[in-house]
């Protein structure tokens, strides 16, 4: 079967991702964190990867609906899958509903060279797209635009990313976590070790820390998503789960600071996140530092000791 990139998801695609489970056994353990149809997937040491429940697994999804029954040493061409250009189907199992399943043995020896140009890539899209947005604002900036800038083709722009709201997304992605790479936040070591401290005072200096890094990178972006939202309805709804996905942080935080006690009599869970979601806004980090000019130490220490004063 030739297996091409899909274009777009179909609700029929949605559905049918939610029915199954796909696992793929690679040759070698050093393949780490990999993408499938631009979402990320990952590998424990020994080299297997778990694709589960969701549109990771779109591009496994119709070659396994359509050769289930096939899959006994049968071969698929594509580049869609890992990047290689074979795999061998094993010991596929088929059932009804959420029993289908399947697990595939990546035989390809090259995989590591088609993942890194498309990283490349990616990369470079989302720079020149960074870029152009401070340069021109969101709504002035078209992908043609990022297209030439980045050297890349409209088309293989639009295959990695959709649409230029799919560049700021991805563009937020890294700027939020530092980096490209498919972990999510709260597996970052500085997330774990923010709540594997023992003193909520070190716990609130280290969300300080981990905060302020962050809005240092990503504050910019974050303006040009609220100045796209007030006339984009979809960069409106992209500002509305920023906010959702912070606070959903900032409650974890919270809860944290409840089950150790250390919350100043009175204070309830959710009045606690709320405090955290304010302080610790973009507004405020724009205002102090990209508005009044603060070092942002000056406000890793003021936001770590109004914390400290307002929770605990």
């Not at 590591?112 to 021109?136: G, N, S, W």
Request: charged letters at 25%; glycine letters at 8%.
């Amino acid at each position: 079967m030739k297996l091409t990139t899909i274009a777009g998801m179909t609700p029929v695609d949605r559905a049918l991702a939610e029915r199954v489970h796909i696992t793929v056994t690679a040759n070698a353990p050093d393949l780490t964190p990999r993408t499938w149809y631009g979402m990320p997937a990952y590998a424990n040491v020994d080299g297997k990867v778990a694709v589960e429940h969701g549109l990771q697994a779109v591009c496994l999804l119709r070659a396994f609906l359509a050769f289930r029954t096939e899959f006994g040493g049968s071969r698929l061409h594509g580049g869609a899958l890992l990047g290689a250009e074979t795999v061998v189907g094993h010991r596929c199992s088929s059932g009804s509903g959420t029993n289908d399943s399947a697990t595939l043995i990546c035989v390809d020896g090259r995989v590591k060279a088609p993942q890194a140009r498309t990283r490349r890539t990616r990369a470079a899209v989302v720079d020149a797209a960074r870029d152009l947005f401070l340069e021109r604002g969101y709504a002035a900036t078209t992908v043609a635009a990022i297209s030439e800038r980045s050297d890349t083709p409209q088309a293989t722009v639009y295959r990695l990313f959709d649409s230029k709201l799919g560049i700021l997304r991805a563009l937020l992605d890294v700027v939020v976590a530092g980096d490209d790479r498919p972990v999510a936040m709260v597996d970052r070591p500085q997330v774990r070790a923010l709540f594997a401290a023992d003193d909520p005072r070190d716990q609130l200096a280290a969300f300080a820390a981990l905060v302020v890094g962050v809005l240092h990178r990503a504050g910019p972006v974050h303006r040009i998503v609220a100045d796209a939202a007030k006339s984009d309805p979809e960069a409106a709804t992209l500002l509305v789960d920023i906010a959702r996905q912070r606070h959903d942080g900032q409650r974890r935080l919270a809860r944290s600071l409840k089950l150790a006690g250390a919350l100043r009599p009175g204070l309830r869970e959710r009045d606690a996140a709320d405090l955290i979601h304010a302080l610790a806004s973009p507004e405020v980090y724009g205002l102090l530092v990209l508005d009044r000019g603060w070092d942002p130490a000056r406000h890793r220490d003021w936001l770590a000791s109004v914390l400290a004063d307002q929770l605990l």
